[in-house]
């Protein structure tokens, strides 16, 4: 089951300052959460990080697990251990559990709550692509097939839809007309048209023309 959760706001302590850690620290950044790393040593994409005000960093080494977990203040909603060290790793995961945080040891997936697939990003659409840990390298390449597909008209049909759903929901109650609307405007060829040429107040004219054409003929869209 992929499940996209929202860390809005939520506190995240990464405890690994490598590579491996830098890299999963950027899947977090635009949810903007709160986000600390502790490590004896830094990369320098963390440093970056640190320098964009993206997260915070404490060097410290972790030698006492138990009591390190105890003393964190706030309670982190999701801590990531990601050093080079599995015995530390799997500790540090299994400890704060224990304080009910969740938890990805990023060499551990079967003591982690959830796993991180590969993730093709274009704007707002996000699909993540999860070979059960089968195939790391493929999950890659499927990725990166998946990112030329989707188009600019595709981005722009999206911000479309979502300008035609927030007017339909003032106008039109019922869910299901509203549904029947938004499909209309996705299979009309002036819109698709007006996109591909990337006209987008043109196409949005288009798909408002539609919207006031069904309120005016109730039953225009059978």
């Known amino acids: 089951m992929l499940i996209d959760f929202n860390f809005s706001g939520k506190n995240i302590l990464v405890v690994g300052g490598g590579a491996a850690s830098y890299r999963k620290v950027l899947r977090f950044i635009d949810a903007q959460p709160k986000i600390q790393v502790v490590s004896k040593t830094f990369s320098e994409g963390m440093k970056k990080l640190q320098k964009m005000k993206k997260v915070d960093l404490v060097k410290a080494e972790v030698k006492d697990v138990e009591a390190f977990i105890k003393t964190l203040k706030p309670k982190p909603d999701l801590v990531i251990a990601a050093t080079d060290n599995q015995d530390l790793n799997t500790e540090l995961a ?7 945080c969740m938890v990805y040891a990023i060499d551990n ?3 982690s709550d959830f796993t991180l697939p590969a993730l093709a990003k274009i704007c707002e659409v996000k699909v993540a692509i999860s070979t059960a840990g089968k195939s790391p390298a493929m999950a890659g390449i499927l990725r990166r097939r998946i990112e030329k597909m989707i188009t600019e008209e595709d981005m722009l049909q999206i911000r479309l839809q979502c300008h035609v759903r927030e007017l339909l929901k003032k106008k039109i109650p019922d869910q299901k ?4 609307i938004l499909y209309k405007i996705l299979k009309n060829g002036n819109v698709s048209r007006f996109l591909k040429e990337k006209k987008f107040g043109k196409a949005l004219e288009e798909a408002v023309k539609i919207v006031e054409e069904h309120r005016i003929c ?3 869209l059978e």
């Open 109 to 111: 997936p079967q003591i």
């Open 94 to 100: 299994v400890k704060a559990k224990s304080l009910g």
């Open 177 to 180: 007309v509203r549904r029947k």
């Open 218 to 220: 109730g039953n225009c």
